[in-house]
């Protein structure tokens, strides 16, 4: 050993293995697990909604936004928002009660999941078809005006 690696106490293996320590680090940093939802700001614009913050709630869209009989996927709010009849407005999470995937389309009266198709009924959440165990969980989600806020 030199005289420098005794006086600071670092070997070529040491500094090697500490270099090996951080890459892992910074590799495994990258990864991220599969459903989880991402840290984004509920301040984003998605799906061409406005997704302003205004006091205890965030306005999601007009309510002209969203199709009779049909819904929206509001990714970054973790929300999909749906209209089974004329004014009734529902909001579920979109995350799959099967394995967490994210709810990524609303169609044919159902919102969908793409990992092992289930769907779950526009007006109330509950399974239509599994393998999903049960519904989604409900959201609040108010008009005011002519705009739909969650709470």
């Known amino acids: 050993m ?15 293995g500490l270099t090996a ?3 892992v680090g910074a590799v495994l940093s990258g990864c991220s697990v599969y459903g989880a939802s991402s840290n984004s700001s509920a301040e984003e614009t998605t799906s061409g909604g406005s997704a ?12 002209a936004d969203i ?5 929206k996927v509001f990714e970054a709010e973790g929300v999909v928002v749906t209209q089974p ?15 967490g995937c994210k709810i990524n389309e609303v169609k044919g009266g159902t919102m969908n999941c793409p990992c092992h198709g289930s769907k779950f009924k526009i007006a109330d959440g509950s ?6 165990p049960k519904p989604l969980p409900a959201k609040k989600v108010t008009v005011d005006g002519d705009s739909l806020k969650l709470a």
């Open 67 to 71: 199709p009779v009989g049909g819904g």
């Open 127 to 132: 399974v239509s078809d599994g393998p999903a």
């Open 85 to 99: 009849t004329k004014g009734d407005f529902q909001a579920f999470s979109t995350i799959c009660t099967h394995q």
């Open 52 to 63: 302003a913050k205004g006091g205890a709630a965030t306005v999601l869209a007009k309510t």
């Open 21 to 23: 320590v951080a890459g």
């Open 2 to 16: 030199s005289t420098a690696e005794e006086n600071t106490g670092t070997t070529r293996r040491g500094a090697f």
